[in-house]
């Protein structure tokens, strides 16, 4: 059985860090790329940030780049997203994805494989 597991949400203050963790198991994501997306109550899912089957590329969406950084340990089928300077507008349900897809990939409707999601709530 396929699943993608999140970690590291909470309860954090505004200019505060968190860091998300999305362990695999089930099989290798080793040749997919992961994303992270994210849904704030009564909005529509957004892409928050993307990468590459090896890492070597990532693409971030434009209100959270240079904030956050999305990494990848593929020994550890293990992706990760470092939140900096969070702001209350980055309050959400965050999920990560996976995509049969070596490149980085920013549409949500070509991502086959989802986690439950973790929430993240960032207080002012």
């Known amino acids: 059985q396929v699943q993608l597991v999140e970690s590291g949400g909470g309860l954090v203050q505004a200019g505060g860090s968190l860091r998300l963790s999305c362990a695999a198991s089930g099989r290798a994501f080793t040749n997919y790329a992961k994303g992270w997306f994210r849904q704030a109550p009564g909005k529509e899912r957004e892409f928050v940030a993307t990468?590459?089957?090896?890492?070597?590329?990532?693409y971030y969406a434009g209100s959270v780049k240079g904030r956050f950084t999305i990494s990848r340990d593929n020994a550890k089928n293990t992706v990760y997203l470092q939140m900096n300077s969070l702001k209350p507008e980055d309050t959400a349900v965050y999920y990560c994805?996976?995509?049969?897809?070596?490149?980085?990939?920013?549409?949500?409707?070509?991502?086959?494989?989802w986690g439950q999601g973790t929430q993240v709530t960032v207080s002012s």
């Open positions: 990468i590459s089957w090896n890492g070597g590329s990532t």
């Open positions: 994805a996976a995509a049969s897809i070596m490149a980085v990939v920013t549409d949500g409707a070509k991502y086959e494989y």
